[in-house]
Antibody, heavy 119, light 114 residues
Framework: QVQLQESGPGLVKPSGTLSVTCTVSGASISSYYWTWIRQSPGKGLEWIGYIHSSGSTSYNPSLKSRVTISVDTPKNKLSLNLTFVTAADTAVYYC?????????????WGQGTLVTVSS | DIVVTQSPDSLAVSLGERATINCKSSQSILYDSNNENYLAWYQQKPGQPPKLLIYWASTRESGVPDRFSGSGSGTDFTLTISSLQAEDVAVYYCQQYYSSPPYTFGQGTKLEIK
């Protein structure tokens, strides 16, 4: 059974770059789509974007100018970078595996990692 | 972007009673070529990530109790819990994954015991 584990810096300063990693175990990253989602404290879910193991990506237009998702297939890891962060980017960041293609539901989620943007 | 709106925002139901949560999309998410509705339901308990319950609007995920069911088509969808159990207390989200991103979520419905 696939397991996903996010890890991040915990605290990022405003205008800095947020970097979160998702380590996948129990399955290969290859041939799947992987999605990043975030949840601000006490709020709902926001779809950030996805990546295929081939490297193709799609991003939420609201974040597109600041976000980069990448994949390291040999290490079975995904990465999310978000630049020029503000307090509004404070959230729990989740990675999840799509069930099938790019436009498919999210079948397995990591536990998430909280990233706080504050000086 | 497709806007997904859930109702109600919160709901209190007695144990053993039926709970119904609604989800409405701003445009049809029924794909004509395969006659599938591109809608999923997730359950999120406190301190946990969301868990997939239902996809294609009405297909139950493996291991999900059969008291959970999904229905609807086009723009209007419903998640029904036929007989509420204590462990069903959670926030429920619907998500559309139709066509092009972003694949938006509803705002969530908090389900509590009355």
């Amino acid at each position: 059974q696939v397991q996903l584990q996010e890890s991040g810096p915990g605290l990022v300063k405003p205008s800095g770059t947020l970097s979160v990693t998702c380590t996948v175990s129990g399955a290969s990253i290859s041939s799947y789509y992987w999605t990043w989602i975030r949840q601000s404290p006490g709020k709902g879910l926001e779809w950030i974007g996805y990546i295929h193991s081939s490297g193709s990506t799609s991003y939420n237009p609201s974040l597109k100018s600041r976000v980069t998702i990448s994949v390291d297939t040999p290490k079975n890891k995904l990465s999310l970078n978000l630049t020029f962060v503000t307090a509004a980017d404070t959230a729990v960041y989740y990675c999840a595996r799509n069930r099938g293609g790019s436009n498919r539901p999210l079948g397995g989620w990591g536990q998430g990692t909280l990233v706080t943007v504050s000086s | 972007d497709i806007v997904v709106t859930q109702s109600p925002d919160s709901l209190a139901v007695s144990l053993g009673e039926r709970a119904t949560i609604n989800c409405k999309s701003s445009q049809s998410i029924l794909y004509d070529s395969n006659n599938e509705n591109y809608l999923a339901w997730y359950q999120q308990k406190p301190g946990q990530p969301p868990k997939l319950l239902i996809y294609w609007a009405s297909t139950r995920e493996s291991g999900v109790p059969d008291r959970f069911s999904g229905s609807g088509s086009g723009t209007d969808f419903t998640l029904t819990i036929s007989s509420l159990q204590a462990e069903d207390v959670a926030v429920y989200y619907c998500q559309q994954y139709y066509s092009s991103p972003p694949y938006t979520f509803g705002q969530g419905t908090k389900l509590e015991i009355k």
